[in-house]
């Protein structure tokens, strides 16, 4: 079965200081990729994706991801984080072939930010 | 404004009272699906919909019935609630359930079962 794995569970940073969140996925096919962030209290948006083509996507608020097929990594990066990215953070995979849509998501990230 | 809507938010219930969950989006999209989330469980699937009429269980479909007679509306339905399904679920929908189509979430409903 497919999964994706979150490396850490709660990451604190200090402002300004630089953030990696890894994931890893399972499944050997063609996939879409995503992050979405949950801000405390909140839904989930959509942070960026990949579907084709560049493998170093750029996303809102100054995130950025590169899928590494190689790898089979998805790993989300901001070189300065700010208190207001206080949330978690998840990353999802969808297969193209098999289960027709259905996301799969690792267990979260928690990122807080000390001002 | 293009958007999911959830109802209600939170509910507070019992064991055994029967409750429906609605969701609805006005995209006109295809895909719908049902998710709960956990702490350090992530989100899961639990039933999702690649159009009116036709449904599938997803990752954690006990417990759950879904229907999906409009495009629009996809409600989850908990027959007899138990306390192991206090959990927040989240609503998603997309334009269709293949590849190159994001997932839109709803607000959440936050659901506790004593």
């Known amino acids: 079965a497919q999964s994706v794995s979150q490396h850490n569970h709660h990451v604190i940073l200090s402002e300004a200081a630089s953030l990696e969140l890894g994931c890893n996925y399972s499944y050997g096919g063609t996939v879409n990729l995503f992050w979405y962030v949950q801000y405390p209290g909140q839904h989930l948006q959509l942070l960026l994706k990949y579907f084709s083509g560049d493998p170093l996507v750029k996303g809102i608020k100054g995130f950025e991801a590169e899928f590494i097929k190689s790898k089979f990594s998805f790993n989300l990066r901001k070189p300065s984080v700010q208190w207001s990215d206080t949330a978690e953070y998840f990353c999802a995979v969808k297969s193209i072939w098999g289960s027709q849509g259905n996301l799969i998501f690792g267990k979260g990230t928690k990122l807080s930010v000390k001002p | 404004e293009a958007q999911v809507t959830q109802n209600p938010r939170y509910l507070i219930t019992v064991t055994g009272k029967k409750l429906t969950v609605t969701c609805s989006q006005n995209m006109n999209h295809e895909y719908m699906s049902w998710y709960r989330q956990d702490p350090g469980l992530g989100l899961r699937q639990i039933y999702y919909?690649?159009?009116?009429?036709?449904?599938d269980k997803g990752d954690v479909p006990e417990g759950y019935k879904v229907s999906r007679k409009e495009k629009r509306n996809f409600p989850l339905i908990l027959e007899s609630p138990s306390p192991n399904q206090t959990s927040l679920y989240f609503c998603?929908?997309?334009?269709?359930?293949?590849?190159?189509?994001?997932?839109?979430f709803g607000p959440g409903t936050r659901l506790t079962v004593l």
């Open positions: 998603a929908s997309s334009p269709r359930g293949g590849a190159g189509n994001e997932q839109f």
């Open positions: 919909s690649m159009n009116v009429e036709v449904t």
